[in-house]
């Protein structure tokens, strides 16, 4: 069955460093992957869509990767804030979206 | 901005009662999606609406029914509230249209009910 994997550890990063997170899938080829963020009882909020034919999209601080041969995609976030942190989600899907659990990120001033 | 808007950030209810989860959005959006989320489980659909009238169900149905009268609106039904419905509840709505849910474009969130069924 389809399976999305992120880091199920928070990720503490020091503030100003670069903080990166991980989404691997199994037994998929995603036409689209997107990230989003969501803070303690809110819900998610759409940051970056990136397609199977690209390879980076920036936005910002943010930058995404989609690795398909490793199935894998990367979130970075450069110049990291105590305000970048929140739970961030990877979904992805072709035909119907599936979101992953989540990785806590902790920016430690 | 898209704003979609859940009636309840918080409800509590007794086993047996007839819930219901309201759902609006302002974007004129096709696709509307419930979900439930629980610590460990993550994001799970429950069912989706392409179109007025129209849904399909989602990954976990069981339990739930959903109600698309207009556009902007759609709402979560539990015909009969379990314990095992305490969750998080959020609604979603996007752009293009599919029968599918459709994944090339972003999904606007409200920002949640949380149901307690004691």
């Known amino acids: 069955s389809q399976k999305i994997e992120q880091n199920s550890e928070a990720l503490n990063i020091q503030e100003g460093k670069t903080a990166t997170l991980t989404c691997n899938y199994t037994?998929?080829?995603?036409?689209?992957l997107q990230w989003y963020r969501q803070d303690p009882g809110r819900g998610p909020v759409f940051l970056l869509l990136?397609?199977?034919?690209?390879k980076e999209k920036r936005k910002e601080r943010l930058k995404v990767t989609f690795d398909t041969t490793l199935k894998q995609s990367l979130f970075h976030i450069t110049a990291s804030q105590p305000a970048d942190s929140a739970t961030y989600l990877c979904?992805?899907?072709?035909?119907?979206?599936?979101f992953g659990k989540g990785t806590r990120l902790h920016i430690l001033p | 901005d898209v704003k979609v808007t859940q009636s309840s950030r918080y409800l509590v209810k007794r086993t047996g009662e007839k819930v219901f989860l309201e759902c609006v959005q302002d974007?004129?959006?096709?696709?509307m999606f419930w979900y439930r989320q629980d610590p460990g489980l993550g994001l799970r659909l429950i069912y989706f609406?392409?179109?007025?009238?129209?849904?399909e169900k989602g990954d976990i149905p069981e339990g739930y029914s959903v109600s698309r009268e207009k556009k902007e609106r759609f709402s979560l039904i539990l015909e009969s509230a379990s314990t095992n419905q305490t969750s998080m509840y959020l609604c979603a709505s996007s752009l293009i249209p599919g029968q599918g849910g459709g994944s090339n474009q972003p999904q606007h969130f409200g920002d949640g009910t949380r149901l307690s069924i004691l």
């Open positions: 979904a992805l899907g072709d035909d119907k979206i599936i």
């Open positions: 609406s392409y179109d007025v009238k129209m849904k």
């Open positions: 974007m004129d959006h096709e696709n």
């Open positions: 037994n998929y080829s995603p036409a689209y």
């Open positions: 990136i397609r199977e034919n690209e």
